[in-house]
């Protein structure tokens, strides 16, 4: 049996705008179906007929749902999606398109808020590594380093493990 976990991400109605914003910054992305509500519980729902109600996607492989759900939840930081950097090149590139199209927020340690609100983690691969050396001076240096940053910085990061 395969075990496959798909994140669904609610929306009010941007469901299909965000699925497209997504896939085309992710490589190897695609929208693999659209759904629509129809006049069967629209008593529930309120929405007309023919409205998007879900988009399956996937971004580099992974599958997501968006849902437009309507403004009932929004999303929080306590769920992030985070993303693994395996340079600095791939940092910039994943902040400033995240960054792109509207109020977003850039936050503490590598975290952003989109357009749509939601929380994503950008992370040099090696962040893990020099955090949990086992020289723990180096390691806390990192940390320091780390927290004084929005979006973070490989050479500082090295740097501060160096020091």
Wanted: with cysteine.
């Amino acid at each position: 049996m395969k075990f496959k976990i798909t994140p669904c991400l609610w929306f009010d109605h941007q469901a299909e705008e965000a699925a497209r914003w997504y896939t085309g910054i992710f490589k190897n992305s695609k929208i693999t179906a659209i759904s629509h509500y129809s006049e069967a519980g629209k008593e529930i729902h309120g929405k007309e007929a023919g409205t998007v109600l879900t988009v399956a996607f996937e971004l580099d492989g992974q599958s997501f749902t968006a849902l437009n759900g309507g403004p009932i939840f929004k999303f929080n930081e306590a769920v992030s999606l985070q993303i693994d950097c395996e340079t600095q090149e791939e940092v910039d590139y994943y902040w400033k398109r995240l960054s792109e199209g509207g109020p977003t927020e850039a936050q503490q340690c590598g975290w952003l808020k989109d357009k749509f609100g939601l929380s994503w983690q950008v992370v040099p691969t090696i962040l893990p590594e020099l955090l949990s050396h086992s020289d723990t001076a180096r390691s806390q240096r990192v940390f320091q380093a780390m927290l004084q940053m929005k979006k973070l910085d490989i050479r500082r990061l090295k740097d501060a493990f160096e020091a």
